[in-house]
């Protein structure tokens, strides 16, 4: 019996069927944190995506028989803007698809991904640490400010050597998406 795909692996799968599906993504959440600052484990993979109703069918070709979608409930969460997710079979890694678009930040974040190495010569489209230092901070106070997984996913972005951060654009941003207090507060214990 072989061993499924390890995380990573999956990412970039799931990362080539949405190039191929043609859906403007960015992987986001902890994953991408942990590659930009402190690694940590998580039980999924986040997925920034500006995903039209008549890609789903598409994506989840592309996808393939590795991975559980619900075609309706993806095309419910483009409709919404909210999120769905999929899961990879083999290892039940769920996916979350974060439906992007319509709120200027969202355009921002996605115009603004790069293209990291994942594995070896293995790429995708990352947001970059100060989008996910801002969609951290706005999950944080969503959840009533008591997440300190969030709040140490910040930290270890803010912590890493050698890391030049936009802090321009990170006070741009923060009063407009309600965290301003939060950001100046994490900065102080970084």
Do not use: C
């Amino acid at each position: 019996m072989t061993e499924p795909p390890d995380d990573r692996e999956v990412l970039l799968r799931v990362a080539r069927a949405l190039e191929a599906a043609g859906v403007e993504y960015a992987l986001g959440g902890s994953v991408a944190t942990g590659l930009q600052g402190e690694p940590r484990a998580t039980n999924d993979v986040d997925f920034a995506v500006r995903l039209s109703e008549q890609q789903v069918s598409r994506l989840a070709t592309e996808l393939g028989p590795d991975f559980a979608v619900d075609e309706e409930g993806l095309r419910e969460a483009v409709r919404r803007r909210g999120s769905d997710n999929i899961f990879f079979l083999p290892s039940a890694l769920k996916i979350d698809l974060f439906v992007r678009g319509g709120e200027p930040f969202d355009d921002s974040e996605l115009s603004r991904r790069r293209l990291q190495p994942i594995r070896g010569d293995d790429r995708a489209w990352i947001a970059t640490p100060e989008d996910n230092i801002l969609r951290k901070l706005v999950w944080f106070r969503k959840g009533g400010e008591v997440s300190d997984r969030q709040w140490r996913d910040v930290l270890g972005i803010l912590r890493l050597p050698g890391h030049v951060l936009d802090w321009d654009y990170l006070r741009q941003w923060a009063p407009r998406l309600g965290v301003a207090d939060l950001l100046e507060r994490v900065a102080s214990q970084a």
